[in-house]
T-cell receptor, first 115, second 112 residues
Framework: NAGVTQTPKFQVLKTGQSMTLQCAQDMNHEYMSWYRQDPGMGLRLIHYSVGAGITDQGEVPNGYNVSRSTTEDFPLRLLSAAPSQTSVYFC??????????????FGSGTQLSVL | QKEVEQDPGPLSVPEGAIVSLNCTYSNSAFQYFMWYRQYSRKGPELLMYTYSSGNKEDGRFTAQVDKSSKYISLFIRDSQPSDSATYLCATRVGGSQGNLIFGKGTKLSVKP
């Protein structure tokens, strides 16, 4: 099992460009989520999904779009990149949403710089 | 006030020391408490999980929750250089609300 796979690992964008961060998991997990991690701010939830076709906003959703057409994939789209979106992005998945031990499996992250 | 507060450190200790990492939280509805460990340039991984109050021990690691004071602790005994990482506390309410709320993380360095 590969677990949670994120691509690319590094990306540099110019202000106003759009791009998609890819996330795939092979554990048949129901729950998937995107976090951004900034110095001094910790991990903040951007968007999450509790199953194919179902998504919802987290703490910092503005400027990002998600969709979940399959159980395995949960891409994160930056609509018009801004320097404030410079961050490290983590995708995470869990076998279920809510109740009991919420063990999140994280990908290795995407380091994004917006110039 | 953020719902989970954690001193970011950094914290530097000599090898073999006992390490104490702490978080406080504000919402008394939180029931599940976790500690994640994150090595440099890696994603976090679950280290310890505790439900409600009490202690949980796993090898050199002990997680402690005091709900009366809304305090979460992680103790590392006989610390090793391989324990050098950022430690994030996390919590969430019970029921169907499954999203975790993370502390900012404490960066720990264990010197040989």
């Amino acid at each position: 099992n590969a677990g949670v796979t994120q691509t690319p690992k590094f990306q540099v964008l110019k202000t106003g460009q759009s791009m998609t961060l890819q996330c795939a998991q092979d554990m048949n997990h129901e729950y998937m989520s995107w976090y951004r991690q900034d110095p001094g701010m910790g991990l903040r939830l951007i968007h999450y999904s509790v199953g194919a076709g179902i998504t919802d906003q987290g703490e910092v959703p503005n400027g990002y779009n998600v969709s979940r057409s399959t159980t395995e994939d949960f891409p994160l789209r930056l609509l018009s990149a801004a320097p404030s979106q410079t961050s490290v992005y983590f995708c995470a998945s869990s076998y279920r949403y809510g109740g009991g031990e919420a063990k999140l499996f994280f990908g290795s992250g995407t380091q994004l710089s917006v110039l | 006030q953020k719902e989970v507060e954690q001193d970011p450190g950094p914290l530097s200790v000599p090898e073999g020391a006992i390490v104490s990492l702490n978080c406080t939280y504000s919402n008394s509805a939180f029931q599940y408490f976790m500690w994640y460990r994150q090595y440099s340039r890696k994603g976090p991984e679950l280290l310890m999980y505790t439900y409600s109050s009490g202690n949980k021990e796993d090898g050199r690691f002990t997680a402690q929750v005091d709900k009366s004071s809304k305090y979460i602790s992680l103790f590392i005994r006989d610390s090793q250089p391989s324990d050098s990482a950022t430690y994030l506390c996390a919590t969430r309410v019970g029921g169907s609300q499954g999203n975790l709320i993370f502390g900012k993380g404490t960066k720990l360095s264990v010197k040989p």
